[in-house]
Structure formats: structure tokens, C-alpha cells
């Protein structure tokens, strides 16, 4: 489902060049559930900027879903994310004007679905995780763990192919990181999600099926749990 063969990313800054990624080889299947770790600088939201089409490789190759990403376009790589990719961040990025299921039905509105469907699937996933009675709650109403459901359930909205997270739990407690890990390994179990998990967090990384840690941008050491 995602493949990495001797991607590279290098950044200049002046005169000064930083190999961002150096070379990596990754083969991510569909239905498994990963977690990259490693220090700061080590090169997670880099590998995942990339698997997110948000950026573009220096080198190598990318594949998604038999699609070599790094070929299409500005729109088609915004309708590649629309349709293939949910998105969970360490800021929730909720619109603060909107209820908990305004916010969740955004991405079906932009994939072009009707209002009414809309809103029935945003209930369907906000119910699923455990937020049926916060519906019309706004964001300031909500703790910071059922900030993070409700942009899981944006994320999913879609049905993506693949789920990515790039440090989902920074913002929360102890108990609420457990929660919101816990919710993404149900996920990858009953329905077999595709989750990319960045963490600097080895416990909660140890929830995946597998780890792969990064150093100075390659990979240093992979295992399963």
C-alpha cells in the first residue's frame, strides 16, 4: 500500500544543506498498523509530510496505492489526499464557530456528498467514538481527549485508505493518550485501518503491530510487537 524505495528529502537553509531523510525503504501493508519513533530532528513528520503528500521527495520513489505520487499535480495530489488519506494532528485544528459534528462533516462536503449525507456519516463516526451526546457541543466545550475524537472522526469521515497521525497525544494527559491510542488500535483490529502513527512516545508506539525508529533521517531499527 505504501512503498519507499531510497527516498531522500534535503532542505537548504543558506548555505547550509540538511539531509532531512537519507535514503529510506519502507513497505507499509494494507491493514497494518504503524508507528515510526525517534528524537526530535530524527526525520517522523518529514517521512510522514511526504506519505501525506503534503511535500515531495529530493530522491527515490513513493508509491501509494499503485500511484507514484510525486507525478501528479497541485489538484491532483488535493484530491488524492480528499480521497485516500485522513489526517490526525497534534493541534486538532477544529474550527472554533462549529459544533463537534460541523466539524467532523468538512471533508465529506468537500468530497462533494450532500449536506444530509454529510451529516449522517459525521453522527455514524462521532458515535462510534463515544461522543453521541456532544454532537452540537463546540470546541470550547469539549476536553482536550474529545477535541482529538472529534478529528479522528473528521479523519475518517471519508473512509480513508489510510489513517496518519502525527503526534496525536502531545497535547493530552496520560490517561487521554492511552484513550485516543486505544481507539486507533480498534480501528486497525475490527476494521482493518492502515495507520502511519509518529510518536516520540515508545509505549504508546508499542501499541502498533510494528516500530520503526529513526536516526539523523535513516532508519536505525525496526521491530514487531
Not at 150 to 159: G, M
Not at 172 to 179: R, V
Request: include cysteine; glycine fraction near 8%; charged fraction near 25%.
Amino acid at each position: 500500500m505504501i512503498k519507499l524505495k531510497n527516498v531522500s528529502k534535503t532542505y537548504s537553509m543558506g548555505d547550509v544543506v540538511v539531509n532531512a531523510l537519507a535514503g529510506i525503504d519502507l513497505h507499509v501493508k494494507k491493514g497494518e498498523f504503524v508507528s515510526i519513533m525517534g528524537p526530535s530532528g530524527s526525520g517522523k513528520s518529514t517521512m510522514l509530510h511526504l506519505i501525506g503528500v503534503l511535500d515531495k521527495q529530493t530522491k527515490g520513489s513513493l508509491i501509494i496505492n499503485n500511484i507514484d505520487v510525486a507525478k501528479l499535480n497541485d489538484e491532483e495530489r488535493t484530491t488524492f489526499r480528499l480521497k485516500n488519506l485522513g489526517f490526525v494532528f497534534q493541534f486538532y485544528s477544529l474550527l472554533p464557530e462549529l459544533t463537534a459534528l460541523e466539524n467532523t462533516f468538512i471533508p465529506n462536503l468537500l468530497g462533494g456528498k450532500n449536506f444530509d449525507q454529510c451529516r449522517k456519516n459525521a453522527q455514524v463516526n462521532l458515535v462510534k467514538l463515544g461522543l453521541g451526546e456532544r454532537l452540537k457541543n463546540y470546541p470550547h466545550q469539549l476536553s482536550g481527549g474529545e477535541q482529538q475524537r472529534v478529528s479522528i472522526a473528521r479523519a475518517l469521515v471519508n473512509k480513508p485508505e489510510i489513517l496518519l497521525a502525527d503526534e496525536p497525544t502531545a497535547s493530552l494527559d496520560s490517561k487521554s493518550s492511552l484513550n485516543v491510542i486505544n481507539i486507533f488500535k480498534q480501528l486497525n483490529e475490527e476494521i482493518k485501518q492502515t495507520i502511519v502513527l509518529i510518536t516520540h512516545e515508545e509505549e504508546l508506539g508499542k501499541k502498533a503491530d510494528r516500530g520503526i525508529w529513526l536516526k539523523d533521517g535513516v532508519i536505525d531499527k525496526e521491530k514487531r510487537f
